[in-house]
């Protein structure tokens, strides 16, 4: 059959610029600065595992402080933790450098691991399900004014993000350590102390980079990307961390615009 050049022109044309438009939108996306309110911030960073039945009520908690987070300069990251692996269900979310992160904090808490640890700003920890704890030490934490600002930007690429900082203040012995979280997911669980549940999850870490800023105020770091990575239910945090005491002096969000 014969097409009249006109049109088949014209649909050439629209096919082109069609493909160029997804093509775009799929290989590059900006990542852009979420300015927080206030001059002091909140990280509560969870230690936490499927494989574990005391951790269900502190996630429910850390979900409840999330929704109501929004607009406020609270960071909640959910890190699962691998030595539950061994008791009857392997943790889908899981990775031993997440319990390294919590080995490394031990050294601050009189060599405390245990799920679920929640450690606030790096420098208290407590119970992750002691509702009254978490709420005054998070109280506590939106009281004390910053250290540091963080900018956190860039572009999200095939094969990973390239992100830009800038710091308001010398960042001298601190690194800058960047997560990869995944906003939400759920989980039936078929083994261990939770068989036969159903256990939803929110901030889930689901990668990890880290450098040390040698006191640059501003540079660049490029994070991999976790398989499954979905450009509308994920995000970036960064944190701004004291080599010698694990202090964070700073946080900020990044997320896909």
């Not at 979420?34 to 909140?42: D, H, L, T, V």
Request: aromatic letters at 8%; proline letters at 4%; glycine letters at 8%.
């Amino acid at each position: 059959m014969k097409m009249n050049m006109t049109v088949a022109g014209a649909l050439i044309v629209f096919a082109l610029v069609t493909a160029a438009f997804i093509s775009s939108s799929i290989a590059s996306r900006k990542l852009q600065h979420i300015e927080p309110k206030g001059n002091s911030f909140a990280v509560l960073e969870l230690f936490t595992s499927e494989g574990c039945s005391s951790c269900p009520p502190a996630e429910e908690l850390l979900a409840g402080i999330q929704a109501q987070a929004a607009g406020k300069p609270i960071y909640v990251l959910a890190y699962h933790v691998d030595y539950w692996d061994r008791n009857g269900w392997k943790d889908p979310y899981s990775d031993a450098a997440f319990s390294k992160r919590q080995v490394d904090y031990s050294r601050q808490f009189a060599g405390q691991v245990y799920t679920p640890q929640l450690i606030i700003n790096g420098q208290s920890e407590c119970i992750g399900s002691d509702a009254g704890a978490v709420r005054n030490a998070l109280s506590a934490a939106l009281r004390t004014s910053a250290a540091n600002t963080l900018q956190l930007s860039g572009e999200i690429k095939p094969g990973g993000a390239d992100l830009e900082y800038a710091l308001d203040n010398d960042p001298s012995n601190c690194y800058l350590l960047v997560a990869v979280v995944q906003r939400s997911a759920t989980t039936n669980v078929k083994g261990g102390e939770n068989e036969g549940r159903i256990l939803p999850h929110v901030q889930l870490v689901r990668g990890l980079e880290t450098m040390n800023l040698k006191g640059h105020k501003t540079g660049h770091i490029h994070v991999k990307l976790p398989a499954g990575f979905n450009t509308r239910e994920w995000e970036i945090t960064g944190l701004v961390q004291q080599n010698s005491n694990g202090a964070v002096t700073a946080a900020a969000h990044a997320t896909l615009q």
